[in-house]
């Protein structure tokens, strides 16, 4: 095998594990930030945010190693896509042996990786692998249930970052997780039912056959509820985190100087039209702009999105981590 050849194979398999996607796994993040926990550092050990980031790491090489699979099982049905027929596998420029090997030794170290984490951590890998591998011979074939799986992996991944510190989780912010992941897995199939109306040489099923068995009528139904209780759950949510801002003396005398309409102990609201924005926006993508199939790429390519989740953050940091 040539040196170009060996080159060409490796930036195959480096497209093909999707760093792109590996935005989704700073959800891990998710519940670390919303904690007050973000710079805590135990007496021993290292502190919250390595750990976080070092599963956040691991879950990045696990998700990479399950799409090497999934692009495996799916690679004749792939090769009907508009756009999946580009991926390296189902081009041929990535040889199966090679991907395969490439999941199999990635699988291999996040597992020995994660004996080092929190026991629980280990499991919900072993959940996500299970669940993939089912999703992806079986799952992603029965409505109802294909959208639950994939809004299921975010929920895994919010978890996960939960469990290496030990964090507890809300009710309202669970439930906000569970809408915003039903939200997005809904707007995915929104997107590919779209795209594969607006393209005449391609017949509904060709590429994915559980859209036969979704109407526009009902994903549009589903749309609607999931985008509406994403914004509102978070509105609970936000409303009910304390935010003792008579604990941080430094900002207290803000609270002196402004009329009693503006005291609060809600701060956290601040970030509920970001929020409400987000959605508005995303639905517009979807049903003005055609995108939505992979949240990762709207979130990279589209600018309002960007900015909207960047401003997001960052009023939940100032919020929490300099009046809090």
């Known amino acids: 095998m040539s040196q170009r050849t060996v080159f060409s194979i490796f930036f195959a398999l480096i497209k093909a594990v999707r760093p792109l996607q590996w935005v989704k796994n700073a959800s891990l993040f998710a519940a670390l930030l919303f904690s007050g926990f973000l710079f805590y550092q135990p ?98 074939h029965i409505p109802i249930l294909d959208v639950v799986t994939i809004s299921t992996g975010f929920l895994i991944r919010i978890y996960a970052g939960a469990i290496v510190v030990n964090l507890h989780m809300s009710v309202w912010f669970l439930l906000t997780i569970i809408s915003a992941s039903l939200f997005l897995s809904v707007a995915k199939r929104q997107s590919e039912l779209t795209l594969l109306n607006n393209n005449a040489t391609l017949l509904l099923g060709s590429t994915r056959k559980i859209l036969t068995r979704y109407s526009q009528r009902l994903l549009d139904q589903y749309t609607s509820m999931f985008a509406t209780a994403t914004w509102l759950t978070y509105a609970l949510f936000a409303f009910q985190n304390q935010n003792f801002q008579s604990s941080n003396p430094k900002y207290a005398e803000i609270y002196t100087v402004l009329p009693k309409s503006f005291h609060s102990e809600k701060l956290l609201m601040l970030s509920l039209p970001f929020v409400i924005y987000g959605v508005m926006r995303y639905l517009h993508l979807i049903y003005e702009k055609n995108r939505g199939e992979s949240p990762e790429k709207v979130l990279y390519s589209d600018k309002p999105i960007f900015i909207d989740a960047t401003l997001f953050v960052v009023v939940v940091f100032f919020v929490i981590y300099v009046l809090g």
């Not at 090489?61 to 991926?87: G, W």
């Not at 991907?99 to 990786?113: D, H, N, R, Y």
């Open 43 to 140: 007496l021993t050990g290292p502190s919250y945010f390595l750990i976080v980031t070092w599963a956040t790491i691991l879950f990045s090489i696990l998700a990479s190693s399950v799409y090497l699979i999934n692009d495996v099982v799916d690679i004749e049905v792939d090769r009907h896509h508009p756009f999946k027929k580009n991926r390296p596998i189902a081009s041929g420029a990535l040889p199966v042996p090679v991907a395969l090997f490439a999941s199999m030794l990635g699988l291999s170290f996040v597992f020995i990786a994660s004996l080092r984490l929190q026991p629980f951590f280990l499991v919900l890998v072993i959940l996500y692998v299970v669940m993939q591998v089912l999703y992806a011979k079986f799952l992603k």
